[in-house]
Structures are given as C-alpha cells and as structure tokens.
C-alpha cells in the first residue's frame, strides 16, 4: 500500500496482492469456492397479489405498481440541457458525518443472515443509525434507455448501464462560456412541522420537481417557483425514514428505509417521486439493519448491510440474497449503484482467508469480480463507496489504517492508497450513503475538499496514489466542492470570498487546478448560506444552481440562483 504521496506506508508488512485467490480450489462450476448467492430468499409464503395491502405495519393505501412489460418505455422525460450535457448531478456528505469508528467483532451467530419477504425481525445488536444518505438528483436524457456518459464519473455519479437513468457525468451547467451573476430566484420556506434536528439524507429530480428527503419527510418543490408540490410524511408504525436510495430509476421511483423502532431499519419500500406516493413497504430482513444502504435499477432495491440481497422494485418480493461461506462469518455490504460490495469477516477454522470482499451484480446477485480480494487487518471491512464508476472503496481497520481502494474496468483492485498524507490531516471522504459531497471522482482523478480549517482542494492520481496538486481557488475563507461534474468531467466549486463579498462558482482545470470562473453570487438573503459546511450544492444544466441545507429546520432550506 502507498501513501497518497506515492511513498510506501512506514513499517508495512507487504499486503496481500490485490484479487490474489483466497488460496482453495474453485468448486466445480462455480468462479468461487463457494456459492456466494442464492438464487432467492428462502420462501415465506407466497408474496401477495398485485393490489394487497403491503407487508409490515404500514398502509399506503397505494397498490404496488405492476412490474414493466418487457421494452415498456419509461416516461418522465425532462427537456435535454441546452448544452449537451448530462442534466443533474449529486451529492454526499460533511467530514466524519457518517464516519464510524471501527466495531468490535460481535460473537458470529449460528445462523446465516437471511433476508425474508414478511419476516419477523431478528434480534442484533442495535447501533447508531447513521443519518445523511446520498442520492443523485437527476434528469432524463433524450432517450431514457440510452444514458450518457459524458464526462466520466464521479463519487456522487450512478450507473451508465441500460437499466436506470445516469446522473453520473454532472450536469452541463457551468462548463465553459462567459462568467455571468448568479442572483436569488427563490428560497423555500422550512416545513411548518420540521421536526428539531432533522437531517438531509438525499436529493432527487423528477421532470420540473427538486425533492429533498429528511428523516422528518420527503418535500416536493417545484424547481421553478419553489412553491411546495407534495410531502411524504413516514407512514404510521415508523418513526422516521432512516435512509434512501442513492438515485432513482428512470420511472423515477426511489427506494427508502423506515425506523420501525429500535433503530431496526429493515422495513424498505418504493417511492414514486413523481406522486410522493409510498407504493409498497416490506420487512425485508430477520436481521435488525440500522444503516443499511439501498439502490435502485430498474428491476430491483438493491440492499447493503449486515445482510445484503435485492427484492423486487414492484412488489418487495426477494429476488437474491447474499450466501456467506460459512455458517459463522458476518457479513458487510455496500451498494455501488449496479454492483454490491460485500465484506465478510470469519470465525471458523475452515475460512481462508478469515476476511475478504467480492462485488457482486445488484440484478442477479452473480459475481462480478474475477477473484476474491482477501483482507488481512482483524476487524478489516468495507466502510464507503466513494464511487460506482468507476468502483471506488474506502475500507477501514486495515493493519496499515484506513485505505481508499480503486477498481479497473475489469473489477480488478489497483494499488490501496492510505487515506494519511505526510504532513496532513488524514483525508476525510464522503460515499454514495452519505449527503454531503465532501469528494468527487472523475476518470482515474480523485478530487478531495480539505479541512476546513486549511480550505482547498486536493487532486490525486487513482493509479500512483500521487497528488497532482492543491488549489485554494484564490480563497481564504472556504471552498466547497460541488456534486458531481460538467459535461467535460470538471468538477466545480463554490468559493466563499469573505463577509460582503459574495461568493464564485468557478471549475478546477484537471491538470493544474486552475481556476475558471463562471459567475457571481450577487444577491442572497443569507450570508451564511453561501460557502456554509452544511449546504450541499447542485449546478442544473442550465447554469442554475441549487443550495440544500444540511437541517429541515433551516430558515433557507432550499435556495435556487439562477445566472444571468
């Protein structure tokens, strides 16, 4: 492993080699020693009929919506940027948000964890439920099965395959042309029933609508006025909405996890955000998951946990479950838009190596990595997905630290890369569950926002580990990166210039970091809001840009400038 200098890491033993095989013969038929799928969830009676009530505590009093014909076309289809670009692009979260501190292994169950349609909940021990999940807010291309890859990807960036809509290349907005001013078009009024410290997990666009989705609720404002659309309180028997899918599909239906009650987060349903209609919710797990992460496509909700699977995007019904090697191993998934990552740890004997990842298809649950890549630390795992595409991991408890480890196009890990620079502060990503953009990758270049108490942005070559260079875009009192990139695969930022000053969007040249400005804020009625560390910010295609406060409760929740 390097250092992020490109220097090795001091006293490093030699890590295993990246997918080097865990060491035991293939079984016949199978890439791995073991089957690490089945081919569904073990039945629990049959799922009920189109028009049911849904499974759990809760009556949306919306039948699920029918599984799509076979080359149905989806609609929905926002007007193409002006600009050629990609539309939308979106976010992540604050330093050390949703960070946790590495676990003490529990003692392994005697049971594998199972995810079941109507299950009961299983008792685990409950953690902290880890608030502030990102999501993409997106818009559709021209032709909704044919994404656009335009501009690489990045950390806030979803998937480019045929099954959902790709926010992955950013949008147009802001990728070249005259600097103009960005001045104040309309700020939403916080929620009357905002509860006290309610948090942003996501940000979503369907056609003319921003929706933004709160533990409290999910709110639907029209993207040109502002004026509230629809409000998706959490349904009776929950007490809040614990997390969300990362992005929608291109029928814009989002996925969410509902607190049912001791932090259990197992409960998932589908959200149609062109409606605000919760069309199903399901128990989807025996075991209690407090963080769990979700993913949509076009045929699934992808799940990662303490247990990892997908059920059916129209009913909830179980579609695959992850199978651990042995009875006594835990497993750890993340979702990585098409892909789940999952890490398992081991207790037997027989487990060689006692801890290693696979990634495996969101659809099918197949095995998309060519070998197992083994893990060598003792509580070793999975703890972001920087980025789906191109695949990047930032793992924790590694025997050196924690590490950020890249992906080729071929699933293979490249060199790990400590998140520890020498003479700095460890770096402090963001992930796709996280709501706050605190990192964007786009090509083979990692972007990173800096402590803020030495405001800049950091480059860093994802091959060599090496850092490229450093930029403060000319501002001593804070940057912010915003999600995703322009159609070109620049990231953008937002420079706070200091009190009365207003504040710059400007781009970040890949090479160098030199700055291109692309407008002035010039009119706000919050100083604070501008350059603040809990705004998110999404730059729309047509230069637009929209700042989303980290609290419901915020007296400008929502604020759209538009450039002139």
Not at 124 to 149: H, R
Not at 477 to 487: A, E, H, N, P, Q
Request: charged share 15%; net charge neutral.
């Amino acid at each position: 492993m390097t250092q992020l200098d490109g220097a090795p890491v001091p006293g490093q033993g030699g890590p295993a080699a990246p997918g080097a095989a865990p060491g035991q013969p293939p079984a016949p038929g199978s890439e791995y020693a073991y089957a690490p799928t089945a081919a569904a969830f073990p039945a629990q009676g049959a799922p009920p009929p189109p028009g049911a009530a849904p499974a759990g505590p809760y009556n949306p009093a919306q039948p699920p919506f029918p599984a799509p014909n076979a080359g149905q076309q989806y609609g929905y289809t926002a007007p193409p940027p002006a600009d050629g670009g990609a539309g939308y692009g979106y976010p992540q979260q604050q330093p050390g948000y949703a960070f946790p501190g590495a676990p003490v292994p529990a003692p392994p169950k005697r049971r594998n964890p199972v995810m079941v349609w109507g299950g009961i909940i299983g008792g685990v021990l409950a953690i902290a439920i880890v608030a502030g999940l990102v999501v993409l807010f997106t818009e559709n291309k021209k032709d909704p099965d044919t994404p656009s890859a335009d501009g690489g990807t990045s950390s806030t960036g979803g998937t480019t395959d045929s099954s959902t809509t790709d926010p992955s290349a950013g949008t147009g907005g802001g990728s070249g042309g005259k600097a103009g001013s960005y001045s104040l078009a309309w700020t939403a009024a916080k929620p009357a029933n905002a509860a006290s410290g309610s948090q942003l997990l996501g940000i979503w666009g369907a056609d003319k609508a921003v929706v933004r989705a709160d533990s409290y609720g999910i709110r639907a404002l029209n993207s040109a006025d502002g004026k509230e659309l629809w409000t998706l309180a959490p349904p009776a028997g929950s007490k809040e909405f614990c997390a969300v899918s990362y992005g929608v599909n291109s029928k814009h239906i989002a996925a969410v996890a509902l607190n049912t009650g001791d932090s259990d987060c197992s409960t998932v349903g589908a959200v149609d955000i062109s409606t605000g209609k919760l069309l199903w919710s399901a128990k989807v797990s025996t075991e209690r998951m407090s963080s769990p992460t979700l993913t949509v496509t076009e045929k699934v909700i992808g799940i990662g946990g303490n247990v990892a699977g997908a059920v059916n995007i129209a009913d909830g019904s179980p579609v695959w479950q992850f199978q651990p090697r042995d009875k006594d191993c835990n497993v750890y998934g993340k979702v990585a838009g098409t892909q789940i990552a999952v890490s398992d740890r081991c207790y037997g004997s027989n487990a060689n190596p006692k801890s290693q990842l696979v990634l495996v298809d969101t659809d099918t649950g197949k095995t998309t990595s060519p070998a197992p890549v083994p893990f060598t630390g003792s509580i070793e795992r999975i703890d972001k997905v920087v980025s789906d595409q191109p695949l990047v991991l930032l793992v924790t408890s590694g025997p050196n630290g924690d590490y950020i480890l890249p992906f080729d196009k071929s699933n293979k890990p490249m060199t790990p890369m400590s998140v520890k620079e020498p003479g700095a502060d460890s770096l402090r990503l963001s992930g796709q569950a996280d709501a706050f953009t605190q990192n964007v990758v786009s090509g083979t270049t990692l972007y990173v926002q800096t402590n803020p108490s030495k405001p800049a942005v950091n480059a860093y070559d994802l091959t060599t580990g090496k850092r490229l260079w450093s930029s403060t875009g000319g501002t001593n009192d804070g940057i912010r990166l915003v999600s995703g990139t322009d159609k070109d695969g620049r990231v953008r930022a937002v420079l706070d210039m200091g009190y009365g000053k207003g504040a710059k969007i400007v781009t970040l040249a890949p090479a160098d970091g030199a700055v291109t400005e692309l407008g002035t804020i010039t009119s706000q009625k919050n100083s604070d809001f501008i350059g603040s560390s809990t705004t998110e910010y999404v730059l729309q295609s047509d230069g637009s840009l929209f700042g989303f406060a980290r609290s419901a409760g915020s007296d400008a929740p929502v604020v759209k400038y538009a450039k002139k």
